[in-house]
């Protein structure tokens, strides 16, 4: 027993009033069309970046296999996040920009919609990330000074509230 109970009123809603962890109930939100869009990126070397756009690493097609383990993995979360539910998902798509000016990086963003009684974004996380850890995987034998950086949710759409990060409203 949590000597210190969360509130009913706490907005971290994966507590009950006794501060153990539970699934929240959804069951009496309504279907809606659920979008959420996340970003993230990795930095790497311009070497191992132009390995990556000839195609010539010796692991194959690096953003093809990452996008399938990108897809993989929003179809997982449930697997993957303890107090996620398990999701029929209607869309996911993962896109890479590559910047080869200044600090050279994959951006990756994934896209996830559904209808159902609560929000993708867990999964549009979830997709961003282990694409971007299958790049590492892929070439960490020729870069291991790779970095994954800047994940965060870019917009979220359905359910009680709309989201779009802050740094896009301007």
């Known amino acids: 027993m949590s000597e210190n109970p969360v509130s009913s009123a706490s907005p971290l809603t994966h507590f009950d009033a006794q501060g153990q962890a539970h699934m929240v109930d959804v069951g009496g939100k309504p279907h809606t069309h659920r979008l959420a869009v996340a970003t993230g990126r990795i930095e790497l070397k311009a070497e191992t970046l132009k390995l990556i756009q000839a195609g010539t690493n ?17 179809k997982k979360t449930s697997d993957l996040i303890p107090l996620c539910h398990p999701l029929s998902l209607t869309r996911i798509t993962l896109e890479f920009d590559i910047h080869s000016e200044g600090i050279c990086a994959i951006q990756c963003r994934a896209r996830v919609e559904t209808v159902g009684m609560t929000g993708v974004e867990m999964e549009a996380l979830t997709a961003v990330q282990v694409a971007l850890l299958t790049v590492y995987d892929m070439c960490k ?5 790779m970095s994954i950086t800047s994940v965060y949710i870019l917009e979220k759409y359905g359910g009680k509230t709309d989201f779009i990060h802050k740094g896009l409203q301007d």
């Open 141 to 145: 034998a020729v870069d291991r000074d």
């Open 58 to 74: 010796k692991k194959g097609d690096v953003l093809g296999i990452a996008r399938i383990a990108g897809i993989m993995a929003a």
